[in-house]
């Protein structure tokens, strides 16, 4: 399975902002959508954001307006810019790659998974 390497994560006050970034392979990188998981004790892994091979992507709803995915190309990486964080944002984040943008909304075809990234947003 391919490694993908996460970065960015830390304590931030509310409405503050932080980038993830994680790193993949080239190879990996350029036949891969690429996306953002986040998970809290207790409860089930939930996609935050996800992007193809050409751009295009899809946001979770708690996502949209706040967040937003991109692709650097020159460095094989997908980011991931969180503005006004909340409290509830707080969980480990964890990148991963699939085939295609629909399987992040079917949870098929992945290919691999980062270690995970804390992000943790105080009151």
């Known amino acids: 399975q391919e490694q993908l390497v996460e970065s960015g994560g830390g304590l931030v006050q509310a409405g503050g902002s932080l980038t993830l970034s994680c790193r993949a392979p080239?190879?990996?990188?350029?036949?891969?959508?690429m996306g953002w998981y986040r998970q809290v004790p207790g409860k089930t892994r939930e996609l935050v954001a996800a992007?193809?091979?050409?751009?295009?992507?899809n946001y979770a709803e708690s996502a949209k307006g706040r967040f937003t995915i991109s692709r650097d190309n020159s460095k094989n990486a997908v980011n991931l810019q969180m503005n006004s964080l909340k409290p509830e944002d707080t969980a480990v984040y964890y990148c991963?790659?699939?085939?295609?943008?629909?399987?992040?909304?079917?949870?098929?075809?992945?290919?691999?998974w980062g270690q995970g990234t804390q992000v943790t947003v105080s009151s």
């Open positions: 080239a190879r990996a990188f350029s036949t891969s959508a």
């Open positions: 991963n790659a699939r085939q295609y943008l629909s399987d992040f909304v079917s949870g098929v075809n992945s290919r691999a």
């Open positions: 992007i193809g091979r050409l751009g295009n992507t």
